[in-house]
């Protein structure tokens, strides 16, 4: 089946680094995306990874490796602004031949002073 | 360019109404995305309309129908509401069907009472 596991909540310091573990099982895997969602507001696109490695983007990096299934988003030098939800959703290429995003439920980041 | 919008913001309906969701996606994209959002329950997939064809179906039962006008601009409608039906529904537009990556529109929060 299709399934995508990320923690409910994580707990960081401002100035900090924190990392938001994503896993997940898909049967046609075609790139991972994170997302940033801060309370009653929309999500706001973050990352896409579809290759193995690391992308860099400022103090957000994101990381992937397909043989193991695994993703993970970290974010530098912690900012109060960075309290929000972090969305990890991985684009599947299912049986039909239709892509479709598979959405975890989300890891609720607090940031503490 | 102006963002993905929605309306209306927010909706108060009662059991057994129905209900319709407006989309404006951002200029230029053909693609519509909608989504339910409930507390714990993360982004839920309805479906995603192309050219004015649905492409794509979550798993929700047949009260919830769609649709998408030559212009790109898409409808959702819910008919015979129930009280789990009340969550925020986003719209996401991208620019091609096969999620790429998707700007969201700010919501509908609907209540059913």
């Known amino acids: 089946g299709q399934n995508i596991d990320q923690p409910t909540e994580m707990t960081a310091t401002e100035g900090a680094i924190v990392q938001i573990n994503c896993t997940y099982q898909t049967s046609g895997f075609n790139g991972l995306f994170w997302y940033q969602q801060h309370a009653g507001e929309a999500p706001t696109f973050l990352s896409y990874n579809v290759l193995d490695g690391l992308e860099e983007k400022g103090r957000f990096s994101s990381f992937l490796s397909r043989s193991k299934g695994y993703s993970y988003l970290l974010l530098k030098e912690l900012q109060m602004k960075d309290s929000a939800s972090y969305l990890c959703?991985?684009?599947?290429?299912?049986?039909?031949?239709?892509?479709?995003?598979?959405w975890g439920a989300g890891t609720k980041l607090i940031i503490k002073p | 360019k102006a963002g993905v919008t929605q309306t209306p913001r927010y909706l108060i309906k009662t059991r057994g109404q129905q209900v319709t969701l407006s989309c404006s996606p951002i200029?230029?994209?053909?693609?519509v995305s909608w989504y339910q959002q409930t507390p714990g329950q993360g982004l839920q997939f309805l479906f995603e309309y192309f050219s004015e064809t649905q492409r794509n179906k979550g798993n929700f039962p047949g009260r919830f129908s769609g649709r998408q006008f030559s212009n790109s601009r898409s409808e959702m409608n819910v008919s015979t509401l129930e009280l789990g039906d009340s969550a925020l529904y986003l719209c996401?537009?991208?620019?091609?069907?096969?999620?790429?990556?998707?700007?969201f529109g700010p919501g509908t929060r609907l209540l059913v009472l």
């Open positions: 959703a991985v684009r599947d290429h299912g049986v039909d031949s239709n892509y479709q995003l598979i």
């Open positions: 200029s230029g994209h053909r693609s």
């Open positions: 996401a537009s991208s620019l091609e069907e096969g999620v790429e990556t998707q700007y």
